[in-house]
């Protein structure tokens, strides 16, 4: 008979897990939404096209109930973090507490000037003023993911202080915020916000027109969304090139373990898939060689440091590989379907609203969050053991509670909930009000 050992470190982690992955979710859409929006209304503005001018009303009621379900999993978390993590907190709370203000003060722009954008449809002769009151909101939803991302990328760098036997010290915000991790960081979070953003809408679109509905809003709603989305395929790959170089120049064993990669040397491979046995040998992985110097300090000759070169317990664990394997070819397939629609949306002669190419497109929304979802776990795990590297691991930051499985079981059936509700009521929305019937409606071709 088993004998399950309770311990409060293992239950905090997986239900802060549960919750970044379920806010992962909302935030990105609500990063990534607003820009999307300001496009089609813009476009519907230059053009004098009621169709953009629709696309922008429906995304934009779309876009409002992903906000509300992301404000109650963002205040679970803002509540989970005092309640399991105290002694984390106790350190970031006076270091990165700026940040952590100016992501509220960030939503609080975005919800003031998303109201009145809601609000006021129709209410100007002048449709620009419309658009004007949205730019705000999207600026905020930006801000938001940018000042928060600073928080996690402190975790990564920290600085802006001293701790020494448990005392803080030369405590100083901005260089917190302001930490090597955060240029980096911050742009692959916000681009491939828009990109995913941009797929997952451009799925919406691709699967209207597969069941039939090929109506020109569906067309331009699937191009517009195809467009941005290759160009943050592109931007996001650029990133995460430079990504790679801040891991290896101030996370090297995070990389490591990303890779597979256990000894120092020049001239090394890059490790896609495989299997790792138990003597860290890696078996049916597919090499390519210098691949991961190139990745690492850009040039095919260039030392990359290994595993070998840490203690052993501080490892991150190697499961990682998986996860940026996962995230990288989610990564390179999404640009590749959206440069296929390009090349074939400019050939006349081609047609990119064929079945083969839809399809794709609509696997590209979810595998697109998918892809977000393993970055944030591979950038999370990666860390491992510590919840500021260098600084204090992550059983240290911990609660000893003994109640944390019930605060599981009740936010899991809180987000199950969430979800639902969520899903159920945008359904409905829509399928109440049909984009046909609307266009009927206000009397657009």
């Not at 970031?92 to 003060?105: W, Y």
């Not at 501080?314 to 590749?336: E, N, S």
């Not at 911990?398 to 009521?425: E, P």
């Amino acid at each position: 008979m088993f004998v399950f050992e309770y311990d409060p470190v293992l239950y905090s982690r997986i239900l802060t897990g549960l919750t970044l992955a379920v806010h992962t979710i909302f935030s990105t859409l609500g990063v990534g939404v607003p820009l999307l929006i300001a496009l089609a209304e813009w476009i519907g503005i230059k053009r004098n096209d009621e169709h953009y001018h629709l696309l922008a009303r429906r995304w934009a009621r779309g876009y409002i109930i992903t906000v509300a379900v992301g404000v109650v999993t963002g205040t679970a978390i803002a509540l989970q973090l005092s309640l399991l993590w105290p002694n984390f907190m106790q350190v970031a709370g006076q270091t990165i507490s700026f940040p952590l203000f100016l992501e509220t003060f960030a939503f609080f722009f975005e919800a003031i000037f998303l109201g009145i954008y809601l609000y006021t449809w129709d209410r100007f002769k002048n449709k620009m003023y419309h658009l004007l009151l949205l730019i705000p909101a999207a600026l905020g939803a930006t801000a938001s993911g940018f000042f928060i991302t600073t928080v996690n990328s402190f975790m990564n760098a920290p600085l802006g202080f001293t701790y020494e036997n448990g005392v803080l010290s030369n405590i100083n915000p901005i260089a917190a915020m302001l930490n090597p991790a955060t240029p980096t960081k911050v742009s692959h979070v916000l681009s491939s916000a828009y990109l995913t953003s941009a797929f997952v809408l451009a799925a919406i679109a691709a699967f209207a027109i597969l069941r039939g509905r090929d109506h020109v809003y569906h067309k331009k709603a699937l191009h517009l969304s195809m467009v941005v989305a290759f160009v943050f395929a592109i931007v996001t790959a650029l990133v995460g090139d430079l990504s790679g170089k801040y891991l290896a120049n101030y996370q090297p064993e995070k990389l490591a373990a990303a890779e597979w990669h256990f000894e120092t040397m020049e001239e090394a491979s890059l490790i896609l898939g495989g299997i790792l046995t138990e003597d860290n040998e890696v078996k049916y992985a597919l090499e390519i060689p210098y691949a991961l110097s190139i990745l690492a300090h850009g040039t095919p000759g260039a030392e990359v440091i290994g595993l070998e070169e840490y203690p052993k317990e501080d490892w991150p664990p190697l499961v990682v590989h998986y996860m940026f394997d996962l995230m990288v070819a989610i990564g390179m397939g999404l640009a590749f379907i959206s440069f296929i629609y390009i090349v074939m949306k400019k050939k006349k002669s081609w047609n990119p609203l064929n079945k083969p190419l839809l399809n794709l497109i609509v696997a590209g929304g979810p595998l697109a969050m998918l892809a977000i979802e393993a970055g944030w776990f591979f950038t999370e795990e990666g860390r491992q053991p510590w919840i500021i590297r260098g600084v204090m691991r992550t059983a240290e930051g911990a609660t000893t509670s003994q109640h944390v499985d019930i605060m599981l079981y009740l936010f899991a059936a809180l987000y199950v909930i969430l979800i639902v509700s969520a899903v159920t009521v945008l359904i409905r929305t829509f399928r109440a009000n049909p984009v046909e019937k609307e266009l009927k409606k206000r009397g657009i071709e």
